[in-house]
């Protein structure tokens, strides 16, 4: 069983500074991750609907990041990631910089999402299957998924925990469920978010499970990510070095962080908090939270609106929704 770390620092992180890092400090970020033996790199997102700059890690093209890492000597393994329905087909040209892509997806995209994926898989991209809220899938409707992932075989597929939901049983009973009904080939991935403040411990969790399923984790610069932030990189790479006997570069990670990561954290904008923490309590996507902060509704009146939404509204935000189910409750 081998345990790649993915750092996804440069995509994930963007939502703190709208992909904006600065190409100095893109490159400088990409050089230490590649020096600290970071297996796998993901630079950015792929989102035709935004215009090319050298100064993000978000564009419109695949051929815009080849230019973007145009100086560097590639070691690590690059990819970057699709919002489905966010990048055409034909803006994904030949592989050069990047070697794999990385899809993310809804429940009810799955079909469509998949065909996607084949595509990109016949340009010569090593795809990674990545159903976001996987909280929200049954077992059979899982089962459905994974038949149709086998089907075009592709590098990994992903436990994405996107609101961080996840407890251990969850997380221990999604892995034996896809690793017993996967292609043996294909890799399963780990994706967290802080809002329990179990991102770390799921982590390990997940590197420890006795499997010979070769695995990927992933993992940002300082948990830096969206919301309440990922799995520290420095912390599994610690890890991983003490007890499955890696060799990841601390010191590189270090560097990293402080050069170029600590300044956004001042601002504190990421980390557990309670706003996060009565999300995940409700199974609400954060963007409630965030509306009926800006309307100056306090955290205990929150949690009663979030309590009383609808369940198939919950992880998908809808501002009318949120809007019309206020007008209704004072009305």
């Known amino acids: 069983m081998i345990t790649q770390l993915l750092d996804c620092t440069l995509r994930d992180g963007g939502y703190i500074n709208q992909w904006n890092f600065g190409k100095k400090v893109i490159l400088s970020i990409f050089e230490n991750l590649q020096n600290a033996n ?25 051929k815009n990041f080849d230019s973007i890492f145009s100086e560097i000597n590639k070691k690590s393994m ?3 990631m699709v919002n489905f329905g966010n990048c055409n087909i034909k803006n994904i040209d030949e592989p ?20 996607y994926c084949k595509a990109i898989q016949e340009k010569g991209y090593k795809v990674f299957v990545q159903p976001v809220s996987i909280t929200t899938y049954s077992d059979s409707e899982m089962l ?37 009904n996967l292609n043996e080939d294909i890799k399963i991935d780990y994706h967290s978010h802080n809002n329990l403040q179990l991102a770390y ?15 990927i984790i992933d993992a940002s610069l300082y948990g830096m990510g969206k919301n309440a ?12 070095n003490n007890y499955l006997n890696k060799n990841y570069n601390l010191e590189e990670i270090l560097i ?12 504190d904008k990421w980390g557990y908090c309670l706003s996060y923490f009565i999300s995940a309590l409700n199974n609400c996507n954060t963007g409630y939270i965030q509306y009926l902060k800006n309307k100056n509704f306090d955290l205990i009146s929150i ?16 501002e009318d929704y949120i809007k019309n189910y206020l007008l209704n409750s004072i009305n």
């Open 201 to 215: 411990s799921n982590s390990i969790e997940f590197i420890e499970i006795s499997s010979k399923r070769n695995k």
């Open 78 to 80: 690059t990819v970057a």
């Open 303 to 318: 949690n009663k609106i979030l309590k009383n939404l609808d369940k198939e509204k919950q992880l998908i935000y809808d």
């Open 256 to 267: 990293a962080i402080n050069n170029n990561i600590i300044k956004y954290k001042k601002d």
């Open 38 to 62: 970071i297996e796998i790199i993901e630079v950015g997102f792929l989102n035709d609907k935004t215009q090319f700059s050298t100064e993000k890690t978000i564009n419109p093209k695949t």
């Open 96 to 115: 050069a910089f990047l070697d794999g892509i990385r899809v993310i997806f809804k429940k009810h995209n799955i079909n469509e999402a998949i065909d």
């Open 229 to 240: 932030g990922n799995t520290c990189t420095e912390l599994v790479a610690m890890y991983l």
């Open 144 to 180: 459905n998924l994974i038949e149709k992932v086998n089907l075009i075989n592709p590098y990994s597929i992903s436990i994405v925990d996107t609101y961080g939901l996840m407890h251990k049983k969850q997380l221990l009973h999604y892995f034996e469920l896809i690793n017993k």
